[in-house]
């Protein structure tokens, strides 16, 4: 049980790590477009905060800076960019450019969760199996790898399958419950 355990806290963060930016390509990053882009997200233009974030926490067209990425990622989820959400969730998790809070993670994994994101929705079941930021909770879990499991989420599905042999009878009950719920 213990290797099986550590294997599952490796598959978690491998999947987690392969998830750090969207790959919500928005433009191009050609010298004079990245003059363009900083301007555009100056002035407030969302897609052109995240596309300057995501420059940033890439180093594609400029130099790697995490502490760059986060500021535009938080200007773009502030209003309401459900991929800078998520990124923004991914950078706290991972202490990339800010002081590593799991808290945070969950906060910006949840806003972009209730707008669909499947990969929020998958780490925040990762974040309640393992108990990063809330208290271990098995069915949240569940109930998180459910969601991304019904949008196709490969990674999910795989994982409700494990989780559901490590459940006890009640809550294999309970998740029969929440099956027939959703779908």
């Known amino acids: 049980m213990k290797k099986q355990n550590i294997f599952i806290a490796l598959f978690i963060s491998t999947v987690m790590t392969a998830c750090t930016v969207s790959d ?4 191009s990053s050609s010298p004079n477009n990245i003059s363009q882009i900083q301007q555009r997200a100056e002035r407030g233009n969302v897609d052109a905060q995240f596309e300057l974030a995501a420059m940033y926490a890439t180093g594609q067209g400029v130099e790697k800076n995490s502490q760059a990425a986060v500021k535009w990622y938080t200007k ?3 209003q309401g960019d459900v991929a800078s959400q998520y990124n923004l969730g991914v950078m706290y998790a991972k202490g990339l450019g800010v002081e590593q809070s799991y808290q945070n993670a969950m906060k910006w994994y949840l806003k972009a969760a209730g707008k669909g994101d499947v990969k929020a929705q998958y780490n925040l079941g990762v974040m309640n199996y393992m108990g990063q930021g809330v208290k271990q909770n098995t069915m949240a879990a569940y109930l998180w790898w459910k969601l991304a499991s019904l949008k196709g989420l490969q990674a ?3 994982r409700l ?4 042999k490590e459940m006890t009878p009640e809550q294999l009950i309970k998740a029969k419950e929440i099956d027939s719920t959703m779908h």
Do not use: H
């Open 76 to 78: 773009a989820a502030e």
């Open 161 to 164: 399958s494990q989780l559901k």
């Open 156 to 158: 999910a599905s795989n």
């Open 24 to 27: 919500k390509a928005r433009t």
